[in-house]
């Protein structure tokens, strides 16, 4: 496997080193995207990248100032950083 792209976007699936699936790893970026987008930083960060990915396969990230966002920009975000895509 061949590592493509900036780690903080990384779906659970490739660091997992599952067969790739574009479709939901899409979906995650998306959700990082969008998450950078509304929050102004990423929602997984660290200069170590093991430790940056521990953060991604627990699904580690806050809401830092949550009250305000929109609850359905929230579940919006909560449903494109899921990592029920690991248990299927």
């Keep these: 496997m061949t590592a493509c792209g900036s780690p903080c976007y990384a779906a659970p699936e490739m660091i997992a ?3 790739y699936n574009g479709s939901k790893v899409d979906i995650w970026s998306s959700g ?3 998450y950078a987008m509304v929050c102004g930083y990423l929602p997984f ?4 990248t093991a430790v940056l990915y521990q953060k991604i396969m627990q699904g580690e990230y806050h809401f830092y100032y949550y009250y305000h966002y929109h609850l359905s ?3 919006l975000l909560l449903s494109l950083l899921i990592l029920l895509s690991l248990l299927l």
Excluded: A, H, M
């Excluded at 960060?45 to 170590?48: F, N, P, Y």
């Design 73 to 75: 920009l929230i579940l």
């Design 45 to 48: 960060e660290d200069k170590d």
């Design 17 to 19: 080193g599952l067969k």
């Design 32 to 34: 990082v995207i969008l």
